[in-house]
């Protein structure tokens, strides 16, 4: 199937309309140290309008994790939206592979784009990377969401047996699956309702696309998320920060979101979505957009927009 017709490259090609339809253009940033950024950036930035970064997780690349939530944010505000570091087109000859690293390259991307201050919202590992950049870079990133995110994880959360694998091996042979038995698990996981049926041509299909490169350097991402993690060497940040979670997250339990919550204090809110998955963004969107308008409201100068001679904001 991949010989002939790809379903994956068809609906990334989708995406890429989408995102372009939207007003973003597609952008390579050289950083001059054997790293390049992909990102789909505003076709024109306006300063009167806020910026926010929409940093995915593992999985395909960032378009199709973002999607759902372009049009109502890209009125609002300048909508940056970045392939890490070995997803898309990203890459880097660099052997650092911690999301502190990840944070760094990003940063680095957007003070070229001319951009001093911003949002940050990150899915799952996104979520890791949006964390390191509000903590190393606190005068310029205003606010946080993170999504599904298991920040506050411990090396020895996973030898206590609180995730659903036993070892980082384990892991990466699910999040990068290189077989469809290992992509179905990837979604049993990843959705309270898991789709059903799906033909293995499609799975390989995906496979083939979008997990296939830097197999080995993503699981060195994974390796690097877990080693001599502890909770007492996290920074604390104290930007507002807005915490969603899926109540039957199988990847990163709920467990992890109350001491996110805890770890961070006061400034942040969590919200927990009722039969929600890991892919709570994938499977619930209504409700974690309703929940990212609240937070981000305040943001952002009211605006009107009319259609067909109506107003609504």
């Known amino acids: 199937m991949t010989n002939c017709f790809s379903f994956t490259s068809l609906r990334d090609k989708c995406y890429q309309y989408s995102f372009t339809h939207k007003g973003l253009r597609s952008t390579k940033t050289d950083l001059g140290d054997g790293t390049v950024i992909h990102c789909w950036a505003p076709k024109k930035h306006k300063d ?76 799952s590992y996104g979520g890791f990377v949006a964390y390191s950049m509000a903590a190393q870079f606190p005068d310029v990133v205003e606010k946080a969401v993170l999504c599904c995110s298991g920040v506050c994880l411990e090396e020895k959360d996973m030898e206590d047996g609180l995730f659903k694998v036993n070892s980082v091996e384990e892991a990466a042979s699910i999040l990068c699956p290189r077989s469809p038995e290992k992509l179905k698990l990837l979604m049993k996981l990843s959705f309270y309702r898991p789709p059903k049926g799906v033909p293995s041509c499609f799975l390989n299909d995906f496979i083939h696309v979008m997990c296939t490169e830097h ?67 994938l499977e619930k969107p209504k409700k974690v957009l309703k929940h990212l308008k609240a937070f981000l409201s305040d943001s952002v100068p009211k605006l009107e927009i009319h259609y067909n001679g109506n107003s609504a904001s």
């Open 48 to 123: 009167m309008k806020p910026t926010i970064l929409l940093i995915h997780g593992f999985g395909a690349n960032a378009m199709w994790q973002w999607d759902h939530y372009i049009d109502w944010l890209m009125p609002r505000f300048n909508v940056y939206v970045p392939d890490l570091v070995f997803f898309g087109e990203s890459f880097t000859t660099r052997e650092d592979r911690t999301e502190g690293f990840q944070a760094r390259c990003l940063m680095d991307m957007m003070r070229r784009f001319g951009v001093g201050k911003m949002s940050v919202a990150g899915i």
């Open 215 to 281: 197999v080995e350097q993503k699981t060195q991402l994974i390796e690097a998320l877990l080693k001599d993690r502890k909770l007492a060497g996290l920074p604390k940040i104290t930007q507002p920060t807005l915490i969603i979670w899926g109540d039957k997250d199988q990847v990163f339990p709920i467990e992890l979101a109350h001491r996110l919550k805890r770890h961070i204090g006061d400034s942040a809110e969590l919200v927990i979505i009722k039969n929600g998955g890991h892919a709570v963004n």
